[in-house]
């Protein structure tokens, strides 16, 4: 079945602690995306990536790093989490040609809650 | 900020059509218009896009003004699964902004 994987689902952390959120997809896709959702904001994008080892920023890039080592992998990374960083992530990614339409396939989401 | 506009909120009786429009006034030539959909904090689920032409699937149909500045989504059949919260997005790039969406409630 084609899917985006995320892990963990839900995670429970305290302030400072360096996490990585995975995310991988089996569709051979070339874009991948993390994005972030909080009441009353919508979905914010924080980083994407093109293509292996091409990766740009978001709207919200801040405190997040990333790495597209391998097509099928794009991880998010904290390396210290703030309790401002509490909040629902979704990983994305689609065929991204750059040219025509880029439908987006969404993973099923990481809760994060930042203590 | 968002580059759509759309209603906060709006209610559909069970087994009529469901209207949801958007306003995407400053769309420029290349950029496409997507619409997807997102239940409960599942992850965001696509729905059908379009260019300049009317667009029709299994689950919608999407119609785009001549000028391309708005744009409407039509569920023919409401059912209450489609309760859900709908984002109208228009890009041309890799960059996605979402905005906030409308949550349509589907009524029995």
């Known amino acids: 079945e084609a899917q985006v994987t995320q892990n963990p689902r839900y995670l429970i952390t305290v302030t400072g602690k360096k996490l990585t959120v995975t995310c991988s997809q089996n569709m051979n896709h070339e874009y991948m995306s993390w994005y972030r959702q909080d009441p009353g904001l919508g979905l914010r994008q924080i980083y994407y990536?093109?293509?292996?080892?091409?990766?740009d920023k978001g709207d919200v890039p801040e405190g997040y790093k990333v790495s597209r080592k391998e097509k099928r992998n794009f991880p998010l990374i904290l390396e210290s989490p703030s309790p401002n960083q509490t909040s629902l992530y979704f990983c994305?990614?689609?065929?991204?040609?750059?040219?025509?339409?880029?439908?987006?396939?969404f993973g099923a989401g990481s809760r994060l809650t930042v203590l | 900020d968002a580059k759509t506009t759309q209603p906060t909120s709006m209610d559909c009786a069970e087994g009529r059509a469901a209207n949801l429009p958007c306003n995407h006034s400053?769309?420029?030539?290349?950029?496409?218009v997507y619409w997807y959909r997102q239940i409960h904090s599942q992850g965001p689920q696509y729905i059908i896009h379009g260019l300049k032409n009317n667009e029709t699937n299994e689950m919608a149909s999407l119609i785009i003004t001549e000028d391309r500045k708005s744009s409407t989504l039509i569920l023919p059949h409401a059912t209450l699964r489609d309760t859900a919260v709908y984002y109208c997005?228009?890009?041309?790039?890799?960059?996605?902004?979402f905005g906030t969406g409308t949550r349509l409630k589907v009524l029995a």
């Open positions: 997005i228009t890009s041309g790039t890799y960059k996605y902004i």
């Open positions: 990536s093109m293509n292996v080892e091409v990766t």
């Open positions: 400053t769309i420029s030539g290349n950029e496409y």
């Open positions: 994305a990614s689609s065929a991204g040609t750059g040219a025509g339409a880029n439908v987006l396939t």
